[in-house]
């Protein structure tokens, strides 16, 4: 290992503070937060682990981009503007600089595509795997946030852009399906190793009032779509024919394999897609959202006064996921 | 293991967020901090693991209270007034419900000694060992917290509390030294596995404006020292026979082993007592906050300008500890 403590925190990660004034160069106990009088901040915090949500081998930059990204989406889900983090790293003997360099790259680009500085954190040793964890902060207009206890009946549901591509990316990376089309091959990969929050629509969902509710899709659709639906006391049917895919993944499965796609799609879950209800006459305002963020989001269902979560097919019968080996329900 | 992930955070953690409305129960994606508008929000981070900070064995509700304890100890060396906190746990299939339950009531009771709040976190599994991450929060009139880079020639230094208890009690633990008195063995021990943060006296050194300038002595007195006349670019010395020792540490060595228990008290390490700088003027409020606290503090020495940190005898000798194989310096 080539890395000191010392140069850990004072080359590499330091520079990424430079625009913070209050987190005093990394070189204090702790950083402020003066948050403006009229906002509240936002809190989330996520641990990831070499070889649980990450590959070992995967690029270092890929890898602090996604430990980012996941405290990102939360972020996202709450409506938060991103603003801060702060990042905690136990790493093993093995690391080495040229490691270190490519993360701290990953961070610096994800700081400047998503506005956010690093005011601190920790780093130690571990005899264990590489353990990243981050505590991401936002800006949310005081005491406002998007919610999951306030979908209610008759709302449409909503999702962002395509579902399925990172699971279906992760079967790829551990051997279980082969693509041969290289192109879409890593475009499922990068789904997987680095996901994009969907910050712009947070925002806007919470700031034009469009909804109250959201959530970022991590579990898998069905499963985040029943943390809603429980915390609001409340049923939702979701329709198989308006899951969005993307071509990749479309191209991944044959005709006959569509269940399998479908399965992907509502339980494979780390898509990192907003989740959202939202009442039926904000279609148009919805609609108009999605052009401006070029960004898809589709109507997939709606929330109903029943309990639980119904996945129907365009005939209008059940799927019944459970007998696909799915655990959640 | 016993213990699902539902369990852990709805069972175990949610119940510490009970006071605190914005947590949203640990259901949201992430939590709101909502500080008053002439504060400013300080944000500490340090991760403990198993087998490096803390032992396997160690009782459960320690280890919780001295993760949170650390952390708290950052924010009394800023002059913070503890809020809140976020806690990840990466563990290993052996965590049982037993552990977890007087881990939790560790966390719960220093919840009510400090008055701070659990919002948030993150639960994972590990491969590796225990790793537990706290983030923590508190607050201090908007912009302005006790620094290292403000310390001038002719300020006295002073510390709280006695110094070298923490490294003897884990030399104790490690069987590296012995010590037959089984109650001030158990005192030492005792600082070692729960830390006291000094959090009183750093709010009182901010907002009585005695000091500007402190830090929390966690890698030994002469190395964060030495932070702190880096940062302020100025010199210290530190007198020998004005350094606290504690009763239980006088004990632990003979006559003949002084210098051993100076070098325990001065690089030792994890005492986490405050060690700052203040103004000669200040000497007599000082005396008067350590009785009004019932808390020793101590005047070891005085900042000058010259560069490094020197450690000196009655008679005026310095004492070289780099002989005595600390590599600090």
């Known amino acids: 290992m080539d890395v000191s403590e010392f140069d850990l925190i ?11 004034e209050e987190a005093y160069g990394l070189k204090n106990d702790a950083a402020l937060i003066s948050e403006h009088p009229d906002s509240s901040t936002v809190v989330t915090m996520d641990t990831l682990i070499a070889g649980v949500h990450f590959f070992n081998s995967d690029p270092a930059d890929d890898i602090a981009r996604k430990c980012l990204r996941v405290n990102l989406s939360d972020l996202a889900a709450m409506g938060a503007k991103p603003t801060a983090y702060t990042l905690s790293m136990a790493y093993s003997d093995d690391l080495n600089a040229p490691w270190v360099k490519s993360f701290v790259r990953g961070l610096d680009a994800d700081q400047q595509e998503f506005s956010i500085r690093l005011i601190g954190g920790d780093t130690v040793k571990t005899h264990g795997p590489l353990t990243i964890t981050i505590t991401c902060f936002g800006s ?152 401006k963020l070029s960004l898809k989001i589709s109507c997939i269902g709606s929330i109903n006064s029943d309990k639980g979560v119904s996945l129907i097919e365009e005939n209008g019968n059940h799927i019944h996921l459970s007998k696909m080996g799915w655990k959640h329900f």
Chains 1, 2 share one sequence.
């Open 140 to 291: 949310v207009p005081r005491h406002r946030c998007l919610k999951r206890n306030t979908a209610t009946p008759g709302q449409d549901i909503w999702v962002s852009g395509t579902l399925g591509d990172s699971a279906a990316g992760l079967q790829i990376l551990k051997g279980e399906v082969s693509f041969d089309n290289q192109e879409l091959r890593d475009v499922l990969v990068h789904r997987y190793q680095v996901p994009m929050p969907r910050i712009g629509l947070g925002i806007c969902l919470l700031n034009d009032n469009i909804s109250n509710t959201a959530m970022d899709v991590s579990d898998g659709l069905l499963a985040d779509l029943s943390h809603i639906t429980k915390a609001s006391k409340v049923g939702a049917t979701v329709l198989e024919q308006k899951l969005p895919y993307s071509n990749a993944l479309k191209a991944l499965f044959s005709k006959n394999e569509t269940l399998k796609m479908v399965e992907l799609a509502v339980t494979g879950g780390d898509d990192y897609e907003l989740l959202f209800t939202a009442d039926k006459l904000y279609r148009k305002k919805i609609n108009d959202l999605a052009r």
């Open 10 to 20: 004072d080359s590499c990660f330091a520079p990424l503070s430079k625009d913070y």
